[in-house]
């Protein structure tokens, strides 16, 4: 199994605290545990910006991290979280505790969460800047707040409370878009597994099958993978693929309908995301081969867009020009093509953006725009290229002929020097591929 490293996870720490400069402290909480229904929970996750720094998997557990006067000095990184408890631990798991903070994830200090109000105090005062990330959750912003208060009401003794609170995800955030050789391989192995799952959706589905029944085939090459999906899975026959967000998954699938399925699972934490539409019986009718290639030339063309130093924009507007254009030469729509690009008319057909960041979370962290612009694609960007066209069941502005029809196809791309980099290519995507692979 592929792995980050403690050294990893370090590096990422050296780089934070460069980013922070001297005198200051950062402080960075996991989820909270999340109640299913009543008394049962959810399988707990750690907050992915957490996990980016520490590597601890746990629930209940707080990283600070303290820089000196001077940055050459180095940092200090503590680690907050539950202590051993053989009694929690033969209802619940094993537990790091706090010596396993310091020889498995190499804490510089490591503490009982319980003492945490009490020990942040000391590591508060006379700091100059507090990196914190604001907003994240709610209790723990009040929790904070009264630190500040507190270290506040000390200065009579001579010690001061930071004087500048600082957004500590505009720092993560960007650290984060940026993946490394190590993020992309476990990338890589997350698209795989997913084009693996997609190819055998492709194989078992036939008229009559339930829709949580393809799914289910879905999930079982993630979970014999030790995976989990990175989203809820949307598996929409017929008329439900012009549902974007369609996770119901529980009518039939229809012979003769097209079954459009975005489904992919996460890999240690990294995410794939992928999405293909076939036929239900393995072979498409002319009309949906007609609007299916419209959508993949979009696609291939987009993903070619995807350049160093092209606008992060710049597939998005690719594809929407081939995709109007389609539109135009089938007739479902009239006009000029640049006044119906500059109207946005083919919103009526496509109403979606053509991607967005990858890693970590499905849809990523990291800003769209710097300073009012469109940002260019850098080196380790990984980006999602998903142009589609959704004809309504009910759209009688189009011939009954197209009606129904929903086709989205997804790759996940990497920018790279050497041009972009398609890291879920392993899953077929031609109508001829997906006809020949159907058919065995």
């Given at each position: 199994m592929k792995k980050l490293t403690q050294a990893d996870f370090k590096e990422r720490r050296d780089r934070l605290a460069e980013e922070m400069g001297p005198h200051s402290i950062a402080v960075i909480a996991t989820s909270p545990v999340a109640m299913r229904n009543r008394d049962a929970d959810y399988k707990f996750r750690a907050d992915s910006s957490f996990f980016w720094l520490t590597g601890f998997a746990e629930?209940?557990?707080?990283?600070?991290?303290?820089?000196?006067?001077?940055?050459?000095?180095?940092?200090?990184?503590s680690l907050f979280c539950r202590e051993r408890n053989r009694e929690m631990e033969i209802w619940n798991g094993y537990r790091a505790g706090v010596d396993g903070a310091v020889d498995d994830f190499e804490a510089d200090e490591a503490y009982a969460i319980d003492l945490l109000d009490e020990e942040i105090q000391?590591?508060?005062?006379?700091?100059?800047?507090?990196?914190?990330?604001?907003?994240?959750?709610?209790?723990?912003?009040?929790r904070v707040a009264g630190w500040i208060a507190k270290a506040s009401g000390e200065s009579r003794r001579g010690t001061s409370a930071p004087a500048k609170i600082v957004q500590l995800d505009r720092i993560i955030d960007e650290l984060r878009l940026h993946k490394t050789e190590q993020e992309l391989e476990l990338m890589q192995i997350a698209s795989d597994i997913s084009a693996e799952a997609h190819t055998r959706a492709m194989q078992t589905v036939k008229p009559g099958m339930m829709e949580y029944a393809l799914e289910a085939e879905l999930n079982y090459i993630f979970g014999k993978n030790g995976c989990v999906p990175s989203y809820n899975s949307i598996v929409g026959g017929g008329e439900n693929a012009c549902i974007l967000h369609y996770v119901e998954n529980d009518k039939v699938l229809k012979d003769g309908d097209l079954v459009l399925i975005d489904a992919a699972c996460e890999y240690q934490l990294y995410a794939s995301d992928i999405t293909r539409t076939f036929p239900v019986n393995g072979k498409f009718s002319s009309e949906q081969k007609a609007l299916y290639n419209v959508v993949l030339d979009s696609q291939i063309a987009a993903i070619n867009a995807v350049q160093?130093?092209?606008?992060?924009?710049?597939?998005?507007?690719?594809?929407?020009?081939i995709l109007v254009q389609g539109l135009l030469d089938l007739g479902i729509m009239q006009g000029n093509i640049d006044e119906i690009i500059e109207k946005e008319a083919y919103r009526q057909f496509y109403m979606h953006g053509t991607g967005h960041w990858l890693g970590m979370d499905v849809h990523d962290v990291g800003t769209y725009k710097l300073d009012g612009e469109w940002r260019a694609y850098e080196e380790g960007m990984v980006v999602t290229v998903e142009p589609g066209l959704y004809i309504a069941p009910d759209d009688e502005t189009v011939d009954v002929k197209w009606r129904g029809?929903?086709?989205?196809?997804e790759d996940d791309v990497v920018a790279t020097e050497n041009g972009p980099r398609v890291l879920t290519a392993a899953v077929v995507k031609s109508v001829e591929e997906i006809e020949a692979l159907m058919a065995k």
């Open positions: 629930p209940e557990a707080v990283a600070v991290i303290e820089t000196y006067e001077s940055i050459d000095e180095g940092y200090t990184y000391e590591k508060l005062q006379n700091k100059a800047k507090l990196f914190y990330r604001i907003g994240q959750q709610a209790a723990f912003d009040a160093i130093g092209n606008s992060y924009k710049e597939p998005h507007n690719v594809a929407v020009r029809i929903g086709i989205r196809i």
